[in-house]
T-cell receptor, first 113, second 112 residues
Framework: EAQVTQNPRYLITVTGKKLTVTCSQN?????MSWYRQDPGLGLRQIYY???????DKGDVPEGYKVSRKEKRNFPLILESPSPNQTSLYFC????????????FGPGTRLTVT | TQLLEQSPQFLSIQEGENLTVYCNSS?????LQWYRQEPGEGPVLLVT?????EVKKLKRLTFQFGDARKDSSLHITAAQPGDTGLYLC????????????FGTGTRLKVLA
């Protein structure tokens, strides 16, 4: 089954404790992206990648890091999480065909206390 | 910063009614997508529109891309309770990148 998976689905952590949210896709997609979704603000793009070792900033990259060492994986790293990073995070991937249609993962709900 | 304004934010209607959701920007998009999101799940793509003036139909849903590629609308005919959900528009901002702007969403509730 074609899918985007994220782990963990739920995470509660404390300020300053480094964490990684993993994202993996099995569709051989070139493009991958991370978003955060907050009430009243919609989905905002954090980082995206158009190929292995190629990443670029979205609209809200501060406080986040990403890497793309292999095509299927695109982890999101929070080096020193803060409470304002409490949010619902989505990973998405796209083949780039037909105007970059995106397939989303199920989401990771992160709470930073 | 490019913005996509979606309206209305909330809509509660009776089964069988028609409705239209709007997505507007001052920016030109190379393509625009509509998604539907259920609680606890990621958005699911409904349609992509690419050409100015393009109209696409998906059963009772009709999507239109503005002539200038700055706006779009989603029209639902004879809404059903199964149409309930969060509808999101998303603009692909710059050709050759994977940069996207999402609207804030329209939360639709269709009452039986």
């Amino acid at each position: 089954e074609a899918q985007v998976t994220q782990n963990p689905r739920y995470l509660i952590t404390v300020t300053g404790k480094k964490l990684t949210v993993t994202c993996s896709q099995n569709m051989n997609h070139e493009y991958m992206s991370w978003y955060r979704q907050d009430p009243g603000l919609g989905l905002r793009q954090i980082y995206y990648s158009m190929n292995v070792e190629v990443t670029d900033k979205g609209d809200v990259p501060e406080g986040y890091k990403v890497s793309r060492k292999e095509k299927r994986n695109f982890p999101l790293i929070l080096e020193s999480p803060s409470p304002n990073q409490t949010s619902l995070y989505f990973c998405a991937s796209s083949s780039g065909a037909i105007s970059y249609e995106q397939y989303f993962g199920p989401g990771t709900r992160l709470t930073v206390t | 910063t490019q913005l996509l304004e979606q309206s209305p934010q909330f809509l509660s209607i009776q089964e069988g009614e028609n409705l239209t959701v709007y997505c507007n920007s001052s920016s030109v998009f190379s393509s625009l997508q509509w998604y539907r999101q259920e609680p606890g799940e990621g958005p699911v793509l409904l349609v992509t529109v690419v050409t100015g003036g393009e109209v696409k139909k998906l059963k009772r849903l009709t999507f239109q891309f503005g002539d200038a590629r700055k706006d779009s609308s989603l029209h639902i005919t004879a809404a059903q309770p199964g149409d309930t959900g969060l509808y999101l528009c998303a603009g692909h901002t710059t050709s050759g990148t994977y940069k996207y702007i999402f609207g804030t969403g329209t939360r639709l509730k269709v009452l039986a």
